[in-house]
């Protein structure tokens, strides 16, 4: 009996040791030591390099598969089979992020893209770089930088996401099932090869240039709707047009606006860029309708970086998108949809363009960033990182490193937060609903747009990182009775790190803000 006790003992002992140890590995740092705290502000005014690259990081030698039930999930139990490209008789498919698991691409519809400018004042070279991806976690983001120090002379890089849902998983959290990682990581290296390239293809194309900058308010309105109240959206479109000073041709385009290039939906398993692909497509190479030119392409290299998604920002099948010249009605999702939304969002900044922009010839960039600790309060994110579907390392017990920064260059002014902040932390309108889980007055406050300086104000979220919904503490609302009359729970909370990410996020966005002023 006392021997049977010692064995139970120690077997306990080293079962909780073993836990111990897998613990600490899943959630070890993955870059000890690092932080960011950069400040940098321009001693003068004058001429500024620019330059562009982009390089296609669309998958490819991957199995296909037949969805039998149209069901948009992988289930060989009911008829559906793979295409077993490689033939090595097992099923080798990219997972695509977004909507739900075990949903595998069957093919390309249109290509990724990594898509980049880097920017160089003689003092400070910036490099920022958009990748068609639902997100890019900061440790993914921080190896980068590393991985180009010797490479390229950047004194900050940006990274960001489209957080477009046909892409595939970099996340880990749409594999075949909840506990399987949906990361391929060839497919990883190669996004992250697609970064380096695209980089050094811009850097290599650096040149004297001049600004151009142009913002309309609502006509993209109609687009995009807000699936939670308050009914606060991002829906205006602001463009940066870079000219080559000596050509006097355009060098590349910024396009921000908010909303998530999810148009095709959760039944589509076609790899797809979205909406922003022919977007940027026509802003590149002009509108033809009926064999004659609407509008010439203005060339060079398109951006698509998007705002604040949060709310959720969204083009759902029931929103109907029209043809802006032919009229045609789509209220499916569809590659046609897509087309027809990227078409009106083409028109309406070439129209805008028109109708005059703010030019800018001497410019000086001024940058802040700086590293913030966020707390990872959501337990099936934990649960996800511990059983390794969800890569990301602790800088302290339940705590993460991430990044929040703020840069201007002429009469524009740019902010980026990581992750799908909600629009009325940017352009105003939190509120505090009876129901909310805290009771209190709106935390994030003032709005983060109505600080940002010069008269063109950049957003872009998922930069630097994903972690999720921004959701304002006020309206924070996991448990009844549920605000606006709700009857269950809205969709946000869950995919969100915790109520306290978005006062942490204002707070330090404030910062900058106040420093760069």
């Known amino acids: 009996m006392k021997k049977f006790l010692k064995l139970s003992i120690l077997l306990l002992v080293i079962l909780f040791l073993v836990g111990v140890i897998y613990t600490w590995h899943q959630f070890e740092d993955r870059h000890p030591e690092y932080s960011l705290d950069l400040n940098i502000k321009a001693t003068s005014k004058g001429t500024v390099q620019a330059g562009f690259g982009k390089t296609d990081i669309t998958p490819a030698h991957f199995d296909t598969w037949t969805d039998v039930s149209g069901n948009a999930r992988y289930k060989p139990k009911e008829g559906d089979t793979f295409d077993d490209l490689n033939g090595n008789g097992k099923f080798d498919p990219i997972w695509l992020a977004g909507f739900s698991q075990n949903k595998p691409a069957s093919g390309v519809n249109d290509p990724l893209w990594a898509r980049t400018m880097i920017l160089d004042d003689g003092q400070t070279r910036l490099g920022m770089c958009v990748i068609d991806m639902i997100g890019f976690g900061h440790d993914d983001v921080v190896s980068v930088r590393k991985r180009i120090q010797e490479k390229l002379n950047l004194h900050y890089l940006i990274i960001s996401s489209t957080h477009v849902h046909s892409s595939p998983d970099l996340m880990g959290l749409w594999g075949p099932n909840p506990y399987t990682s949906g990361i391929n990581e060839e497919y990883r290296e190669q996004v992250i090869q697609g970064i380096i390239s695209s980089l050094e293809a811009a850097q290599k194309d650096l040149e004297p240039s001049y600004f151009k900058f142009a913002i309309n308010e609502m006509d993209a309105l109609p687009l995009v709707g807000d699936t939670r109240d308050p009914q606060v959206l991002d829906e205006g479109i602001r463009v940066m047009q870079v000219m080559s000073l000596s050509g006097n041709q355009t060098k590349g385009t910024i396009l921000n606006w908010g909303n998530h290039p999810e148009t095709l939906w959760s039944g589509n398993t076609l790899i797809s860029s979205d909406f922003p692909h ?240």
């Open 278 to 517: 022919y977007w940027r497509e026509y802003m590149e190479n002009g509108i033809y309708q009926s064999d004659s030119m609407v509008h010439q392409g203005l060339g060079g290299v398109a951006i698509f970086m998007n705002g604040a998604l949060g709310g959720l920002m969204t083009t759902r099948p029931n929103i109907p998108i029209i043809h802006p010249y032919t009229g045609e009605f789509f209220d499916t999702a569809n590659d046609g949809k897509i087309k027809a939304q990227g078409l009106a969002l083409a028109k309406i900044t070439f129209e805008t363009m028109q109708q005059g922009m703010l030019e800018t010839r001497e410019a000086g960039i001024n940058l802040r960033a700086k590293t913030v600790e966020l707390a990872m309060a959501n337990n099936l994110f934990r649960l996800a990182a511990w059983i390794g579907i969800f890569d990301r390392g602790f800088i302290r017990w339940g705590h993460i490193r991430s990044e929040v920064s703020a840069w201007t260059i002429g009469p524009a002014s740019f902010v980026h937060v990581p992750g799908e902040l909600y629009p009325e932390i940017l352009n105003g309108g939190v509120e505090s609903p009876e129901g909310g889980d805290y009771g209190i007055e709106p935390v994030e406050v003032p709005s983060i747009r109505s600080q940002m300086p010069g008269r063109i104000r950049f957003f872009s979220g998922m930069s630097n990182d994903m972690i999720g919904y921004i959701v304002p503490k006020s309206q924070w609302d996991e448990k009844p009775p549920y605000t606006y009359g709700r009857e269950s729970a809205p969709y946000g909370e869950i995919n969100s790190l915790g109520p306290e990410t978005a006062p942490t996020i204002h707070r330090s966005v404030m910062e900058l803000l106040d420093e760069l002023k």
